[in-house]
């Protein structure tokens, strides 16, 4: 091969395999745009919903579209192969009571399935859940923390010196949880300069997965520990996590749903309490400001660290799962995940009775008014409906703010992302 060539060769493979994880976006684009900039009409109003199906930023001539309107979860308008010559579809949709309307488009475009929806709030600021608070929750729970705490934490450490900064130390720690040797991991990042900080509990989504720890927080002078709940080590290669979620731990979610103390969630709760403890006891944490926060399943388990436990100085939710589980019984939209939607709740008594003792909202009503709260999260979101969340924000009688990402389905803008951060930091006393 001439050098000529061979250089050719290099370049090509150089060029070729960054651009491969450069790939964004589609050139098409399914786009259902409300004619309130905010998203918000008042119950009674008409909400005009104009849909556009695009390439290239350009309209999409003879196009067919399959869309459904109408209550969020409970849509009763349903149209299939809707031809639209020019691209463009408008659609009008109203509600005679608070929820979201939403409208979900979806074209078929080379064999291939681009969609695009839009929940549209009506009257949010007075929805309510429907879930019943037990008489003995607050008890039950407090109980249950009681009799955890008789198990010494007996901790662990590891540094992890290829995750360390030059401002920050970076450990794998674990401690017990429930009872004896049932254990939850963590990472937990400290600043390296001596003093007391304020501390960050960052709870996590559903699945099961190694975590990294927040370094970032951490740079800026908190203490954060960012705890895994399943009983295993958190630093091990993806495909065990990967392994496990498709084996031993399918469907945690419903594991011992019919009994309050066979839940697996109850261990989760228990485990982010003695997280707290473990903060408190064995990290130079200043006792003042301590924060935490999570996203779907992590915000349902925010609410339960500031419902159950007062040293939470601030909590910030996002799109938080598992609130209002018993909606669906009355026909609205229920949080993930989704226990009595298609069952309808028939012959699932206990099971329903057990969920109001793993309801965020339930832990929403404990919060106290020396808390504060930051909640988000989108009104495209299929896993977390947006009627939940609201419902659920309309719950807290404490001091709190809301900042809805509209667009969002299950996932971050990065505004959304860096207003979270800004926040927690302001909270925390990093940012002035």
Same mark, same amino acid.
Request: glycine share 8%; net charge neutral; hydrophobic share 35%.
């Given at each position: 091969?001439?050098?000529?060539?061979?250089?050719?060769?290099?370049?090509?493979?150089?060029?070729?395999?960054?651009?491969?994880?450069?790939?964004?976006?589609?050139?098409?684009?399914?786009?259902?745009?409300?004619?309130?900039?905010?998203?918000?009409?008042?119950?009674?109003?008409?909400?005009?919903?104009?849909?556009?199906?695009?390439?290239?930023?350009?309209?999409?001539?003879?196009?067919?579209?399959?869309?459904?309107?109408?209550?969020?979860?409970?849509? %009763?308008?349903?149209?299939?192969?809707?031809?639209?010559?020019?691209?463009?579809?408008?659609?009008?949709?109203?509600? +005679?009571?608070?929820?979201?309307?939403?409208? %979900?488009?979806?074209?078929?475009?080379?064999?291939?399935?681009?969609?695009?929806? /839009?929940?549209?709030?009506?009257?949010?600021?007075?929805? #309510?859940?429907?879930?019943?608070?037990? @008489? %003995?929750?607050?008890?039950?729970?407090?109980?249950?923390?009681?009799?955890?705490?008789?198990? %010494?934490?007996?901790? $662990?450490?590891?540094?992890?010196?290829?995750?360390?900064?030059?401002?920050?130390?970076?450990?794998?720690?674990?401690?017990?949880?429930? #009872? =004896?040797?049932?254990?939850?991991?963590?990472?937990?990042?400290?600043?390296?300069?001596?003093?007391?900080?304020?501390?960050?509990?960052?709870?996590?989504?559903?699945?099961?997965?190694?975590?990294?720890?927040?370094?970032?927080?951490?740079? #800026?002078?908190?203490?954060?520990?960012?705890?895994?709940?399943?009983?295993?080590?958190?630093?091990?290669?993806?495909?065990?996590?990967?392994?496990?979620?498709?084996?031993?731990?399918?469907?945690?979610? !419903?594991?011992?749903?019919?009994?309050?103390?066979?839940?697996?969630?109850?261990?989760?709760?228990?485990?982010? *309490?003695?997280?707290?403890?473990?903060?408190?006891?064995? +990290?130079?944490? !200043?006792?003042?400001?301590?924060?935490?926060?999570?996203?779907?399943?992590?915000?349902?388990?925010?609410?339960? /660290?500031?419902?159950?436990?007062?040293?939470? $100085? /601030?909590?910030?939710?996002?799109?938080?799962? /598992?609130?209002?589980? $018993?909606?669906?019984?009355?026909?609205?939209?229920?949080?993930?995940?989704?226990?009595?939607?298609?069952?309808?709740?028939?012959?699932?008594? #206990?099971? *329903?009775?057990?969920?109001?003792?793993?309801?965020?909202?339930?832990?929403?009503?404990?919060?106290?008014?020396?808390?504060?709260?930051?909640?988000?999260?989108?009104?495209?979101?299929?896993?977390?409906?947006?009627? $939940?969340?609201?419902? +659920?924000? !309309?719950?807290?009688?404490?001091?709190?703010?809301?900042?809805?990402? @509209?667009?969002?389905?299950?996932? =971050?803008?990065?505004?959304?992302?860096?207003?979270?951060?800004? =926040?927690?930091?302001?909270?925390?006393?990093?940012?002035?």
């Amino acid at each position: 091969m001439k050098k000529t060539g061979f250089i050719a060769l290099l370049l090509t493979l150089f060029i070729a395999i960054p651009m491969k994880g450069q790939i964004r976006g589609n050139s098409i684009s399914v786009e259902v745009i409300p004619d309130h900039q905010d998203w918000r009409y008042e119950v009674g109003e008409t909400a005009i919903f104009n849909i556009r199906v695009t390439r290239e930023h350009t309209l999409i001539n003879n196009v067919k579209v399959d869309y459904a309107a109408g209550p969020e979860m409970y849509q %009763d308008v349903k149209k299939e192969g809707v031809l639209l010559k020019d691209g463009t579809l408008t659609l009008k949709g109203k509600m +005679t009571k608070p929820g979201f309307y939403r409208v %979900d488009v979806k074209a078929t475009l080379d064999g291939k399935e681009y969609k695009g929806a /839009c929940g549209a709030a009506f009257s949010p600021e007075r929805l #309510q859940p429907t879930t019943v608070m037990p @008489q %003995d929750f607050s008890e039950y729970w407090q109980n249950a923390i009681s009799e955890a705490r008789k198990v %010494d934490l007996n901790p $662990t450490k590891r540094l992890l010196p290829e995750r360390c900064t030059k401002d920050v130390n970076v450990y794998e720690v674990s401690f017990q949880n429930i #009872q =004896w040797n049932w254990r939850t991991y963590g990472i937990l990042c400290v600043p390296v300069k001596e003093g007391r900080y304020p501390a960050l509990l960052r709870v996590p989504g559903a699945g099961v997965r190694p975590y990294g720890g927040d370094i970032y927080t951490a740079s #800026q002078g908190a203490i954060t520990l960012e705890i895994g709940i399943h009983g295993i080590s958190v630093t091990m290669d993806q495909k065990v996590y990967d392994d496990v979620f498709n084996g031993a731990l399918m469907n945690y979610w !419903n594991w011992g749903m019919d009994n309050r103390d066979d839940s697996y969630y109850k261990r989760v709760i228990i485990g982010c *309490i003695r997280a707290i403890d473990y903060i408190e006891q064995y +990290t130079p944490w !200043n006792g003042q400001q301590l924060a935490v926060s999570g996203s779907s399943q992590g915000g349902f388990l925010s609410l339960a /660290c500031a419902g159950l436990d007062k040293r939470v $100085t /601030c909590y910030a939710p996002v799109h938080a799962a /598992c609130c209002d589980h $018993t909606a669906s019984l009355k026909g609205v939209a229920c949080g993930w995940p989704h226990y009595f939607y298609w069952s309808k709740g028939k012959g699932q008594e #206990q099971k *329903i009775n057990t969920s109001r003792y793993y309801d965020g909202v339930n832990f929403a009503r404990l919060i106290n008014d020396k808390q504060k709260g930051w909640f988000s999260f989108g009104y495209n979101d299929d896993v977390v409906p947006p009627t $939940t969340a609201w419902a +659920t924000y !309309n719950t807290v009688t404490g001091p709190k703010e809301i900042s809805p990402y @509209q667009a969002t389905w299950h996932y =971050w803008h990065q505004e959304q992302w860096d207003e979270w951060e800004n =926040w927690l930091l302001k909270e925390l006393g990093c940012k002035r």
